[in-house]
């Protein structure tokens, strides 16, 4: 990133090999559209060209990124004024099972689809705090830079945000027939 502030664009390539599938992990949850998400990450790479002369060598790479992920990302939600929806959860890249019994397969593909919608119900700066803590696994020190606040109040919200999670899930087991 140093070499693009410093005037090297064909480095920019370089960083978005580097980082256009994780920012597209990040925006397919947050989303739940792929379309709009490949939109967001092209979003996220003009403005690392346009902004590159903000970045400073503090911290690392991935927190700037994810910042201006966050910005492009509130930006796409405020034009729509629309919440992100539940999808379908083949489309966000799970790990298959490979169980070999298909009962047991479908119950983790229920299982799946539940926890997809509980994360889909919470409010949206928790689904996104969960979604960079743990599913582009960014540090609480990163988190704590990205939210303007201490990594006390970071791992707080995580904590509140995993059992809303849980609780919103337990619920959405309950509600369906077994």
């Known amino acids: 990133m140093i070499a693009v502030r410093a005037g090297e664009i064909d480095k920019l390539g370089e960083l978005f090999e580097r980082h256009h599938r994780p920012l597209y992990g990040f925006f397919v949850r947050h989303t739940g559209d792929r379309t709009t998400s490949e939109d967001l990450v092209q979003l ?4 690392i060209l346009k902004y590159r002369h903000t970045y400073r ?3 690392k790479f ?4 994810y910042h201006l992920a966050r910005k492009v990302a509130a930006d796409h939600f405020r034009r729509r004024s629309t919440a ?3 999808t379908d959860p083949d489309d966000l890249h799970a790990v298959p099972d490979h169980a070999p019994h ?3 397969r479908a119950a983790a593909a229920d299982d799946t689809a539940r926890l997809h919608a509980a994360l889909a119900a919470l409010d949206p700066e928790q689904r996104e705090l969960l979604v960079l803590a743990r599913f582009q696994r960014l540090k609480h ?4 830079r990205l939210f303007d606040t201490s990594v006390g109040a970071v ?4 904590h509140r945000a995993l059992k809303n999670l849980r ?3 337990f619920k959405l087991s309950h509600e369906q027939p077994a």
């Open 84 to 86: 992100p929806v539940a």
């Open 102 to 104: 298909a009962a047991e």
């Open 167 to 169: 609780d919103v899930y």
């Open 57 to 59: 060598d503090e911290g």
């Open 62 to 65: 991935s927190a700037w990124i």
């Open 155 to 158: 791992k707080v919200r995580v």
């Open 141 to 144: 020190e990163e988190l704590a």
């Open 44 to 47: 996220v790479f003009y403005r």
